[in-house]
């Protein structure tokens, strides 16, 4: 990637998080294009230079989160550690990325009411290709006689809920930060798996 097309890609994304944050306050409906460049202190016209409108800034915003998800989790996966330590290191990264992008995770958006064809296909799949990515590790886990035999789906789903809902209650004032709650909320998740 050259330095012109990564500048491009780091302006997107400073975009697609103050659109956001923007689309959280006051809710996608009620947003405007002049909203999002009023809040950027950039003209309507520069940020249609980089989305074609409103719903193609929150396609590229919900697909850059799952995008970043994928990343890490696979990253996580080809790293040469225990199995146990691995997933522990998935939920961690999770729960602290989760907490770093609250305004995108809080606008607890349904892909199919926003998103069709072409675009809700690769929603899906990434999200897909994530949970996948999950139950390859709960199952290496249970393979590897360290986790109990559970059904990796339901397990899968109950753990990925509960360090989603974290964003609902968690205060960046309060006493921890969020590498210390997500320290204590994956030990917790571990508990669920580990055999006894």
Not at 78 to 93: A, G, H, R
Not at 151 to 179: C, F, H, P
Request: proline share 1%; glycine share 4%.
């Amino acid at each position: 990637m050259s330095l012109r097309e990564k500048k491009t890609a780091k302006k997107k994304a400073d975009i697609l998080r103050s659109a956001v944050e923007v689309i959280a306050e006051k809710g996608y409906h009620a947003t405007t294009m002049e909203d999002i460049a009023a809040k950027l202190l950039m003209t309507k016209g520069s940020v249609y230079y980089y989305f074609k409108d409103k719903q193609d800034l929150l396609y590229q915003s919900y697909k850059m989160l799952l995008e970043q998800s994928n990343k890490m989790i696979t990253e996580i996966i080809n790293m040469n550690l225990p199995i146990k330590e691995k997933l522990e290191k998935v939920m961690k990264s999770h729960i602290v990325f989760i907490i770093s992008e609250r305004s995108s995770y809080g606008l607890k958006v349904k892909p199919e009411h926003y998103f069709e064809g072409e675009q809700l296909e690769i929603i899906f799949g990434l999200q897909e290709n994530y949970a996948n990515s999950f139950d390859q590790l709960i199952e290496e886990g249970i393979q590897a006689k360290i986790f109990s035999e559970v059904d990796v789906k339901i397990v899968r789903n109950l753990i990925i809920g509960a360090m989603n809902w974290v964003i609902q209650w968690y205060s960046t004032e309060g006493k921890k930060s969020a590498e210390e709650m997500a320290e204590i909320i994956s030990e917790y998740l571990m508990k669920i798996l580990i055999r006894s």
